[in-house]
């Protein structure tokens, strides 16, 4: 074996759609041990391994038989453990209602009257995050002039309406009254935060209730530093906010905090009114009418089958995930996060551009369809702390297009499929609409919306190329090769690392 100066590595993909893919090169080097890094998805490969001798003459490059062909399982990178957000967003802390809370006849105590409507407001805050977050969207995929973030009296208007909450009790008129009074800016509060300011003492306060309630034991000036600290990043938060009579979320909680005093009269404790209303009117909505709360197409969405049809349609997904989402270019998108993310008025034009919403009587993927698929595919930025700083309830990321892709697929072809078909087509072959959903990829979305985006952005699309290259470059989709530690080996050579 004294000729032997090095080997050659390679690897053979078994795809589930399209069987066994062509060996490719993946090591050429000394070193007899090496650990493929990074793989682009998790799967059954064949790997075969041949020797070779360096010469001087020609043929200057001597390799032997490749060895016999091993299957073996390669394993991803392993999946990030979600951390939950057990908490309520601060801004809730400081929700302008003490005039409800001081002036509770049923109860003495106005502290035991918060915490218990903090516990409330813990219970469904999901619920109320996810009602807010859907109407604050509407009307955002067809227009330039609503923020993601915020919700107009029109947006809330709709949602009282939607919710069964405008009544001859309640009208239009009372509905509109009480979102001016939920917008209005508390007093005492400019644009900065001044020690004694009355809001800041108001929220430390409420940060102090909120340490009580959470049984903290803080020594004393930490307990106040800290008390502090998280005071005026609230109030501060509120006195930099913009004027244009618009809700925020916190806003939206409180109105509906007030709309359960008006509508709920017979229940005595501010939470408890709050919590009838969330059983009664909230919770349905957005579990039954809205369907928002996530279903099993997300698990769909990662299953083996799907995650090798997205592999093969990346490049191109995301050359149209990058040309949209650098539409977005205000102050507030900034530099690179433009083209990082994709809010919904992006998405809604992409659909519009490629004729994707259905009209007619006979409609089953609109408008608001596609709000509630980006709704569903970010609900997960409303419940785990996300590590993407870019990664935002409003904005979809690369992964969470590739998912709004899929819904927009089952919204518009696969749910129109009789279920008996369905099933018929399962049993005839396996991973059905998996395999449906590849095949509109490659012949109806993805060459539709690359031909909208050639005609749209001609002297933009070679750039976007380019920047889809590097991407594939810095990111899963390539494969890596990282020596082990065997002191019986030579120093390495440099690996030849392909597709």
Not at 304 to 325: C, D, N, P, Q, S
Request: aromatic share 8%; glycine share 6%.
């Amino acid at each position: 074996m004294d000729w032997i100066t090095g080997y050659e590595l390679e690897i053979a993909e078994i795809s589930p759609l399209e069987g066994q893919l062509p060996f490719k090169s993946i090591y050429l080097g000394e070193r007899r041990k090496v650990q493929l890094n990074d793989l682009t998805e998790p799967g059954d490969i064949i790997v075969r391994v041949r020797a070779f001798k360096r010469r001087v003459l020609a043929p200057k490059f001597v390799p032997g038989p490749w060895s016999d062909e091993v299957q073996m399982a390669a394993s991803g990178a392993g999946t990030s453990t979600n951390v939950e957000i057990d908490d309520i967003p601060p801004l809730w802390r400081a929700i302008d209602i003490e005039d409800l809370l001081k002036y509770e006849r049923h109860s003495a105590d106005p502290q035991y009257n918060w915490e218990t409507l903090l516990r409330t407001l813990y219970t469904h805050r999901l619920n109320l995050k996810i009602a807010f977050r859907y109407y604050a969207l509407e009307g955002t995929a067809t227009s330039t002039d609503t923020d993601p973030n915020t919700m107009d009296m029109r947006q809330f208007a709709n949602f009282a309406k939607s919710t069964g909450l405008i009544d001859r009790q309640f009208g239009l008129s009372d509905c509109d009254r009480l979102y001016m009074r939920a917008v209005r800016k508390p007093a005492g509060l400019g644009t900065t935060v001044a020690p004694d300011n009355p809001m800041l003492m108001r929220v430390s306060n409420a940060v102090e209730k909120h340490e009580q309630t959470d049984g903290k034991e803080l020594p004393n000036a930490k307990h106040w530093w800290e008390r502090t600290s998280r005071a005026v990043h609230v109030a501060g938060a509120i006195a930099s906010r913009k004027g244009g009579n618009v809700m925020h979320q916190d806003q939206f909680v409180a109105a509906l905090v007030r709309l359960a005093v008006i509508k709920y009269p017979q229940h005595k404790l501010v939470a408890e009114k709050l919590q009838a209303l969330c059983d009664d009117k909230l919770a349905p909505h957005v579990s039954d009418y809205l369907k928002l709360l996530q279903d099993d197409f997300s698990d769909q969405m990662r299953s083996k089958l799907m995650r090798h049809v997205l592999g093969k349609h990346r490049e191109e997904l995301h050359t149209i995930f990058k040309l949209y989402a650098q539409l977005d270019r205000s102050e507030e998108a900034g530099g690179k996060k433009q083209l990082q993310t994709m809010n919904i008025r992006e998405l809604g034009e992409l659909c519009a551009d490629a004729d994707l919403y259905d009209v007619g009587a006979g409609a089953h993927f609109g408008v608001r369809e596609l709000i509630t698929a980006f709704v569903k595919v970010n609900i997960d930025d409303e419940i785990y702390y996300q590590n993407d700083m870019n990664n935002s309830s409003a904005e979809l990321v690369f992964d969470e297009f590739e998912e709004v892709v899929g819904r927009i697929f089952h919204g518009k072809e696969w749910s129109l499929i009789p279920e008996e078909e369905k099933l018929a087509m399962e049993k005839d072959r396996e991973g059905a609409l998996e395999r449906t959903f590849h095949e509109w990829l490659e012949f109806t979305f993805v060459p539709t919306v690359m031909e909208c985006a050639r005609t749209k952005w001609p002297q933009h699309f070679k750039q976007s190329g380019e920047a889809v290259k590097e991407y594939r470059l810095g990111e899963k989709a390539e494969l890596s090769v990282k020596s082990m530690v065997d002191p019986n080996d030579r120093p390495p050579t440099p690996a030849v690392v392909c597709r």
